[in-house]
């Protein structure tokens, strides 16, 4: 789990807590996304930022944009997809390049990344089928864990069989900025 639990912070810690969610509760995305306010998402931006206010708000910022582009707590939700969006994510999933095959014995989520069946290049739908999956794993993790396992699958890894560019830079942007201290093994 987190290095130290919202209860637990010393004054310092629960001055810095307060004074991130005074930053940006005047932001318009926090309405759309009330996950980024929960106490344990802050204290993540501030732990990834040793615990600089001003750049742990410009980090969740960045989670903002990205939650405003691709929508991952959105995907989820009863109603939210189209036929449309069901059969483009069943064709990203349809070579098993990227799924959640549930939990490690820790409780973390377990989500497995396999370049080597790569079958698309539609970098757009790439990245929404990793923010389903990135929210699948934040649902998957037992009660009490804020980790997840990654593995990556690179043994046939190839230039014929990579994603875009733009998609390697996001799922970066994704996995360190979007969801901070979430890794617990890759």
């Given at each position: 789990g987190l290095a130290m639990r919202p209860e637990e912070l010393q004054e310092e810690g629960r001055a810095a807590l307060k004074a991130l969610r005074s930053e940006l509760c005047h932001d318009e995305a926090?309405?759309?996304?009330?996950?980024?306010?929960?106490?344990?998402?802050?204290?993540?931006?501030?732990?990834?930022?040793?615990?600089?206010?001003?750049?742990?708000?410009a980090m969740a910022r960045t989670a903002l944009s990205w939650r405003d582009l691709r929508k991952?707590?959105?995907?989820?939700?009863?109603?939210?997809?189209?036929?449309?969006?069901?059969?483009e994510f069943a064709e990203q999933a349809r070579t098993g390049k990227t799924y959640v095959s549930g939990r490690d014995k820790h409780g973390r989520a377990v989500m497995v990344m396999n370049n080597s069946v790569e079958n698309s290049t539609d970098g757009d739908a790439c990245l929404r089928f990793l923010a389903l999956n990135m929210e699948l794993c934040q649902r998957t993790m037992a009660p009490g864990v804020d980790k997840m396992c990654v593995?990556?699958?690179?043994?046939?890894?190839?230039?014929?069989?990579?994603?875009?560019?733009?998609?390697?830079?996001?799922?970066?942007?994704?996995?360190?900025?979007?969801?901070?201290?979430?890794?617990?093994?890759?």
């Open positions: 926090i309405g759309r996304h009330p996950c980024v306010m929960m106490d344990a998402s802050l204290l993540r931006f501030l732990i990834a930022r040793s615990w600089d206010v001003g750049k742990a708000a991952p707590d959105w995907i989820l939700a009863p109603g939210f997809c189209d036929e449309a969006q069901e059969l593995v990556l699958h690179l043994a046939e890894f190839s230039m014929f069989n990579n994603p875009p560019m733009s998609v390697t830079k996001e799922t970066i942007q994704i996995l360190s900025t979007c969801y901070p201290e979430s890794l617990g093994i890759a």
